[in-house]
Structure formats: structure tokens, C-alpha cells
């Protein structure tokens, strides 16, 4: 009886792990088709487009990412995201590290209340309260105006990185917090006896401990920052300042009546080829990242 019953666990354990796999590389086909389409369809003459969509390309046509790139300015677009998403970082990093340390590694008054405001700042979709932040921030340019002589709040990639960095702070100091809570006290204790104080401590001792975390961070953040539209859209209306989502937008729209497929899909491979990159070289660290915080030492 007992063989009858583990060759049956056997076989449904063999099942189950097959139907598994099944399910998980049916999902990578999905995943991974429009992906390589979109590929094959940046190297393909406009000519190729009135065919069959799945036929493979004639040839490497790549003068279309030339012509992305200049003619339809996605190399300024580019350049724009680059400049928001790391000022974006570097502001979130700044504000949310030391944050999370202090709520999540000391008691003092308060402490309860401001994780209350932050756990709540997690049911707050930007995108819901995008034409209030517009309404202040244009109110607040009338002000300057008249102090200043012209505005600076609208129009502006760094308060559009300052923008960003605020809607990110609830989600990553909760994440942050989490993995802090879970690190041992005697690596702090250790250090106070070497002499460290609070912020050596911090910067030697707790951060290179939650590099994994601290990579996840910053993967999720540039991946909200760099693919962002609305907010982007609404606080920058110079066609100049422009990131690359909106500009993508904008030469998705314009290619309706030029019918230029191969330059507007090669647009955008080159807003996906950041990010598929960066997940692929950090990936290890993602994966490190999302299962250490629950660990304990």
C-alpha cells in the first residue's frame, strides 16, 4: 500500500510540475512575441508593412532608428528621461533611505503617526490627483511671475522629478522599512562600539546590507519614471521638454497620415531597449532583493 501511495504522489507531483511549466512558458510565448514582432518590425521598409505582419524582414533597414532618432527628435525625448529618471532617483534615494532607517530601526514620538501617513500614501494614485498638482503648481508660477518676472514651476524637468520622487516615497519607504526591520540589532550595537554614530553607521553598516533591496528600488522606480506619460504630459508643454513616453506618443500620432511604420516602430524599440537591458544586468539582484526582506538574521 505505501508503494501504491508514493508512486501515485510521484506521478501527481510529476503532473503538477508539468502542468506548471506548461503554464509558465505558454506565458513566456505571450511575453516574448510582441517583444521580437516589434524588433522585426523596426527593421522593415514601410513597403514590407502592406504584406503579411508576421513575414520576416527583407533586410536590416536600420536607417529607420536614424531616422527616429533625428527626425523625429527621440534622441532629445531620450535624453530628457535620462536627466528626470535619475534626478528622480537621486532625490528618492536621498529622501527615502534615511526615512526608512530611522522609522523602521528607532522608537520616538511620532514614529506610529508618520508610518500611518506613509502606508496611506500607498492608496494615493498620482494619476488621480494630477490637475491639483498642475492647478498648484500654475498658481504658484502666477506668484513667480510677479516676483521673478517669468515662471519656473511648469516646464521644468526637475520639478517633474521632484513630482516623481514624492508619488514613489510611500511605496519605497514601506519596502525599505521592511527589509530594515528584518537586519539584527548587533550590527548597529558593533558599530556603536567601534564608535560610529547614526549616520556612519547607516551609510557603512546598513547600506551595503540592503544593496539587493536598494537595486529593487531602483528597477521598479526607473521603470515607472521611464515609461510615465500623464504627469509628464501635463507638466511639460514645450515640445522640447518632452520625455520619451510623450514623444513616442506624439510620432505614433503624427506617423497616422505619414505612414512611416518602420521609423515609429523603431521609436519604440528604443524606448524598451533601456529597460529590457537594465532588467536583464540586475535581475539577480532583483530576484534577491523581493525574497531577502522577509529573511531573518
Known sequence: ??????????????????????????????????????????????????????????????????????????????????????????????????????????????????????????????????????????????????????????????????????????????LMSGYFKSLPKEFEEAASVDGAGYFRTMVQVIMPMAKPSIVTVILFNFLSYWNEYIISMTLLTKPTLKTLPVGLMNLMAAQKSAVQYGQMYAGLVLVMLPTLIIYILVQKKLTQGMTMGGLKG
Do not use: C
Open 1 to 174: 500500500m505505501n508503494t501504491n501511495n508514493r508512486s501515485r504522489r510521484g506521478v501527481s507531483d510529476k503532473l503538477y510540475k508539468g502542468f506548471i511549466y506548461v503554464i509558465l512558458i505558454a506565458l513566456a510565448i505571450l511575453i516574448l512575441i510582441p517583444v521580437l514582432w516589434a524588433f522585426m518590425a523596426s527593421i522593415k521598409q514601410d513597403s514590407e508593412f502592406y504584406g503579411s505582419p508576421w513575414a520576416l524582414p527583407a533586410g536590416m533597414h536600420l536607417q529607420n532608428f536614424a531616422d527616429a532618432w533625428l527626425k523625429a527628435k527621440m534622441g532629445s525625448f531620450m535624453l530628457n528621461s535620462v536627466l528626470v529618471t535619475v534626478i528622480a532617483l537621486v532625490l528618492l534615494l536621498m529622501v527615502a533611505l534615511p526615512a526608512s532607517y530611522v522609522l523602521s530601526r528607532f522608537k520616538f514620538r511620532g514614529n506610529g503617526f508618520w508610518n500611518m501617513m506613509f502606508m496611506a500614501g500607498l492608496f494615493i494614485n498620482i494619476n488621480y490627483i494630477i490637475v491639483p498638482i498642475f492647478l498648484m503648481l500654475n498658481n504658484g508660477d502666477k506668484m513667480l511671475r510677479g516676483i521673478l518676472g517669468h515662471p519656473i514651476l511648469l516646464n521644468n524637468l526637475f520639478i517633474l522629478a521632484v513630482v516623481y520622487a514624492a508619488m514613489a516615497l510611500p511605496f519605497t519607504i514601506y
